[in-house]
């Protein structure tokens, strides 16, 4: 099943499991921002934010503490609906804005964003150009001196006896018992390196941390 036929599917009941930010992407935002949820116009470094691959929209809420304007791009209209009800609940719809998009075809205006979070959602892509066109979509969309935080599933998770990238399926258990598989490519952390040195982003940092790749990029401005 396509990323964006399974996640449909599932979104109402996924969402109900991502209620919480990962703390990588907590200490990323701690470290290239200041959080603003007061009044965002405190910093004005940070003038418009990007979650791709946004799901429910948990990180688009820690985006609009920091950012004056966010706008999350999901393939899945199921998880933006989600995102959208996230956001009103909690009183951040009035600086966020959500979007259907491709990761690999950015519904985005060319250096747009001072800072973004690409989150979770690489790893759906396939085939290896579509991975790396992503990149080069997130490095076209970062204004001059943006930071991103990419990550993916990888090897390193305990799961995995692998040393090697690979494709596989994982299924998602709906409440009933239906299963919805969903399309991986979990990375090496070598190969995650190399797909972004592929790419027209610079790697600023490469770590792995709770069985994930992470990445913290800028655009190349040569």
């Known amino acids: 099943m396509d990323p964006q036929s399974a ?26 921002t200041t959080e603003t ?21 948990r990180h688009t809420e820690l985006l609009a503490e920091r950012a004056a304007a966010v706008v999350g ?9 989600e995102a959208t009800r996230r956001a009103a ?15 690999a075809a950015l519904p985005v205006a060319d250096d747009a964003v001072d800072l973004a979070v690409y989150v979770a959602t690489i790893h ?3 085939p290896r150009a579509a991975r790396v066109r992503s990149l080069n979509e997130l490095a076209r969309v970062l204004r ?13 998770h305990d799961r995995f006896d692998r040393t090697e990238g690979f494709d596989t ?5 709906l409440p009933g018992g239906e299963t919805v598989p969903r399309y991986y490519h979990i990375y090496a952390p070598d190969e995650f390196a190399a797909d972004v040195a592929a790419s027209e982003l610079v790697a600023v940092d490469l770590t ?15």
């Open 144 to 156: 001059p001196g943006g930071v991103a935080l990419v990550s993916a599933w990888s090897t390193a």
């Open 169 to 173: 399926e994982v299924d998602w258990t």
């Open 7 to 32: 996640y449909d599917r599932i979104a109402p009941h996924f969402s109900k499991t991502r209620e919480y930010a990962w703390p990588e992407v907590e200490s990323f935002l701690a470290d290239h």
């Open 208 to 222: 792995v941390s709770s069985g994930n790749c992470y990445g913290v990029v800028r655009a190349d401005d040569a």
């Open 37 to 57: 949820s007061v009044d965002p116009s405190a910093d004005p470094s940070i003038d418009r934010a990007l979650d791709l691959g946004c799901g429910n929209g």
């Open 73 to 81: 791009v999901d393939v899945s209209r199921g998880l933006l609906d």
């Open 89 to 103: 609940e909690r009183g951040f719809a009035d600086v966020a804005e959500f979007v259907q998009g491709d990761a």
């Open 124 to 126: 759906h892509l396939s």
